[in-house]
Nanobody, 123 residues
Framework: QVQLVESGGGLVQAGGSLRLSCAAS????????MGWFRQAPGKEREFVTA????????RYADSVKGRFTISRDNAKNTVYLQMNSLKPEDTAVYYC????????????????WGQGTQVTVSS
């Protein structure tokens, strides 16, 4: 069992930066692939990025490549999402999620979810 709690969301102007954190509980955190998804009002939940248990492999949605960076610290049971050059279209609730296998872009393939944190980017 893995419990996830996101933090770090907020309001930022376009072009600004935010860093989201996702703290996990559970002894097997280091064995899980961690992902970030987001959901804007009226839209489906979409994949943002994911990182394997070792941090050796990452995957990004085309819309965030070059602007967002995922990382993890297994000693702290935490995964991070550094978001730079934010755009109004990045506005959404951001969720972290965990799955026991490799990276996957489908939200249905993730077993555990946090409650989400709101990110709002003003123009």
């Amino acid at each position: 069992q893995v419990q996830l709690v996101e933090s770090g969301g907020g309001l930022v102007q376009a072009g600004g930066s935010l860093r989201l954190s996702c703290a996990a509980s559970g002894r097997t955190f280091s064995s899980y692939t961690m992902g970030w998804f987001r959901q804007a009002p009226g839209k489906e939940r979409e994949f943002v990025t994911a990182i394997t248990w070792s941090g050796g492999s990452t995957r990004y949605a085309d819309s965030v490549k070059g602007r967002f960076t995922i990382s993890r610290d297994n000693a702290k049971n935490t995964v991070y999402l550094q978001m730079n050059s934010l755009k109004p279209e990045d506005t959404a609730v951001y969720y972290c999620a965990a799955r026991p296998y490799g990276t996957d872009t489908r939200w249905s393939e993730y077993h555990y979810w946090g409650q989400g944190t709101q990110v709002t980017v003003s123009s």
